[in-house]
């Protein structure tokens, strides 16, 4: 089974404009995430796929492996899949370029919903993580995953799902944005078309519920910390400081 890793790298972002450009302990953000992917050693291949040539020479420069989009993508997901067509591989896993803290462990149990599905029912796996903070439960940023009793999702929001009617019953996982996809799923997807609730929400995974694609959701215990603001950045920078 060939398995690499891509990482979809816009240079403009609307919250943060060119934050994978900025520094994060002397180095990008987005070289820090090449690197901790790199460093996991579970993948046979790591890019960067980018529609920035200043993200493409920031790879390229630092001995990386990057390749630059043919032409403009509404996300990620249809960025990635551009990009591996005529590529020999059976799982494609999408790291966030703005997440730097990718860990082997989480990204190891992923990789295992595919060894251990012999009879290839699951089209994507990705990660889920308890949250109970109610501000980070609150935030639109953070989006929130429900899944049946066998971990498929059923629903993803940046709303606080499941309502809290009866507060003690309610548990809320926020969905880290790593998804794991058969190539063949990756393709199909990517042929179909955006549907209302991927446009309201402004969420591509509620594409693959919509059309019936199988997600299976993995928990993890590592807090994923993904940039999304300047405070992000200083949290961080500040989190690389203590490691040292």
Avoid: C, W
């Amino acid at each position: 089974m060939k398995i690499i890793a891509m990482i979809p790298a816009r240079y403009e972002a609307s919250r943060f404009p060119g934050k994978l450009m900025k520094d994060l302990a002397g180095k990008t953000v987005i070289l820090r995430t090449y690197e901790a992917t790199k460093q996991s050693n579970l993948f046979d291949e790591v890019f960067v796929v980018t529609d920035s040539d200043i993200i493409f020479n920031e790879i390229i420069s630092n001995g990386g492996k990057a390749i630059k989009s043919k032409k403009e993508h509404e996300s990620g997901s249809d960025r990635i899949a551009e990009a591996i067509e005529n590529i020999d591989v059976d799982i494609i896993v999408n790291v966030q370029g703005d997440e730097p803290f990718t860990k082997t462990a989480p990204l190891s149990k992923l990789l295992q919903v595919f060894k251990n599905d012999v009879e290839k029912e699951i089209d994507i796996a990705s990660l889920k993580f308890k949250m109970d903070d109610l501000e980070e439960i609150n935030n639109p940023n953070n989006v929130k995953v429900v899944t049946n009793e066998n971990d498929f999702a059923m629903y993803f929001s940046r709303s606080p799902i499941p309502y809290p009617r009866d507060a003690s019953k309610a548990v809320y996982f926020k969905h880290i944005g790593i998804y794991a996809f058969r190539k063949e799923a990756l393709l199909r997807f990517t042929k179909l078309p955006i549907n209302l609730l991927e446009a309201a929400e402004k969420l591509e995974n509620l594409r693959f519920l919509t059309h019936g694609f199988k997600v299976k959701m993995v928990e993890t215990n590592q807090i994923a910390i993904g940039i999304d603001t300047p405070e992000d950045l200083e949290k961080a920078n500040a989190i690389f400081k203590n490691e040292k």
